[in-house]
Structures are given as C-alpha cells and as structure tokens.
C-alpha cells in the first residue's frame, strides 16, 4: 500500500544508535519517490511516499515478473565534515538508467525526472545520511515494467521509483574465485545494461564463492573463456609491474562510473598510464603487481588472491598496494569535497 508522505507531520524518532554499525541492509526510511508511464500520460508528476510499511500493487502479470522488464541504479549521497549533502555524478547514473532501459525496449526516465527523484528522496531522508565515517546513504533508483502482458513483447506501462537506505562502510573480502562453466554475460547481450535479470545469472556462482571462502566470482569473457570481465556487482583493475594501470574494455561489463573516475584520477590527477584493452586473467597472474575491484558500493577494494585452475595465486607480494590506496583515498577525498574536483563531479543537493 502507499500512502502520500506528508512533510508537515512530526516524524517518528529515530532509535538511539541507529548510525552505528551500518551494514549493507535493505532498511525502511522516511519517504521514498514513485511515479508512473503509460502511453496516455506519459511520465507522471511523481511524488513522494511514506517509506515505512511501503508495498507496491502488481499484477500477476506484470511483465517484469516473468519477462525481466526491470533495471535500475546504485549511487550514494555522502554527508561532507562540512555538513553539505552531496551526489556523486549522479547525471551519469541517469544517463546509465536510459541505456539499461532502451536495451529493453523500456520507457526510459528523462534525466531531469531522475535527478528530481533523487533530490527529493534525499532532502526528504536528510536526517538519515550518516557522518562520513559511519556510512552513506544509498540510493536505488528502479525501473519496472507493469503492465499485464502475456505474449513476450515489452510494457506498455512502467513504474519509476527511487528509494534509499542508509549503509554502512562496504567491508570488501579481497579474495576471488574463477569459477570453470559460468559466464555472467555473452557479446552483444545484455552485460551492459544495469538489468535485474544480470544479478539473478550471478546469484549461484556468488554463492558457490561464498562457500569456498572468496568473497566473490571473478567472471571471464564467454567467447574465449580467457579475458576478465568483472565481479557480480563491481568493476576490476590490475596494475602491471610496468606501473600500467588497466582495465577490462567495455562491451558486455557495466560502465561503471567508479571505473571511469578511477581512470580519470589516474591519467588527469596522478599522470599515469591507464588503458582499456583485453586483459587475460593469465596476464593478470604473471604480470599484475596490485588488483583491485571497484563500484559504488565496494568503492575501491584490493584484491590479493585470485584463485583459477585449482590454486590460489597471489597478486604481488599478497597485500593490498600502494597505489590501490592511493587511488581510493583520491576518490574519497573528492566525493566528500576535500580535494579539488575538476571535472565537476560533485552535486550538492543539500
Ligand atoms: C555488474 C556491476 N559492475 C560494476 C559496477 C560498478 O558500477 P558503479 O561504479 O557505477 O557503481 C556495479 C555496481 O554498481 C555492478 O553492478
């Protein structure tokens, strides 16, 4: 059920300690952000919702139930130590959200309803992003498709919606696993797009990691089963021992928007060699001297054992690098304004 979120009304008060010890969880705010498509209308003004108790009314035919209309973001809003609220290039998730959607054949949001979406979730729940060092506050933006349909053909009606949690500092494991027979995506499919359907391909190899004690897959390409793509929700880099920095080219992997920060830092603020090529996992393991992996979410986290073929391999001397936290230090610096940002990255909402 929904009911509007009246802003006029005192809010219910928030548990003593609720900013300590964050994790990454799916919790209840105070409002989240929904509007609707259809061919009559068009985007609809959107509104926002009470959060609490929030449930949204499907059909049992929706298209995304079965034929996988869904796709959506992940991004962060950051509390400075000057008290401003700040976006992280959030044009560019709305930007990643249209090319998700036009893959599948959805409506894609405008980007000025996105970022109105956006602003309004965070002004709402302003009171629940954390101090720097307890977390952020991330945000979901989700595309569904609703219509009824029973033949495959897509939507003609969709569900924009934005909701945001508060999340604690992302405690990445820095051991992968190749696993043998499993792709995550193949050329010319969808590995590009921020589709549901992706994340569901990765759950059981993810598991199967977990339960072999890596924190997550490391997927190779499909066609030769040789070159890195990427973990299940997060981008890789490998530093050469010539001092190259490089990363897996894009076509079936997410566009990462931490990959394309972490590219411009290195080749715009610290000067070094960044490319984008194929990058063989057995190039990586005789020749990479640091490894790490990168999103919203993980940020930038080392990676100092990849296991393939039966054996762990250490990545350099088997700590993380140098220049790995270099890198993630430089990131965080500018997403929370304490070092300069050129490139106009940082949006103030509050
Ligand atoms: C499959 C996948 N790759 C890469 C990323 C990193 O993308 P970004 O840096 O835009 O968060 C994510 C996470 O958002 C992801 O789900």
Redesign the pocket.
Known sequence: MLRPFDPTLPLPPQAAGWDENLRFAYTEVDAFWLTRWTPETGWEPGRLYEHRGATLELSPGANVLYYGQGVFE?MKARRTRAGKIVLFRPRDNARRLRASAARLAMEPPPVDLFMEAVTAVVRANARWVPAPEKGSFYLRPVLIGTEPVLGVRPSQEYLFYVFGCPVGPYMGGDRLIVLSGVHRSAPYGTGAA?AAG?YAACLRPQKIARELGYVDALYLDAREDRYIE?L????FFAILRDGTLVTPALGS??P????DSILTIAREAFGWIAVERKLSIDEVLSDAVEAFY????AVLSPVTVIHYQGADHPIGDGKPGPRARMLRQALDEIQLQERPDPWGWVVEVA
């Open positions: 992940g921020k992706n990427e299940t929700g997060a981008n992997i997410l990462g928007i931490t990959r990168v999103g919203t979410a």
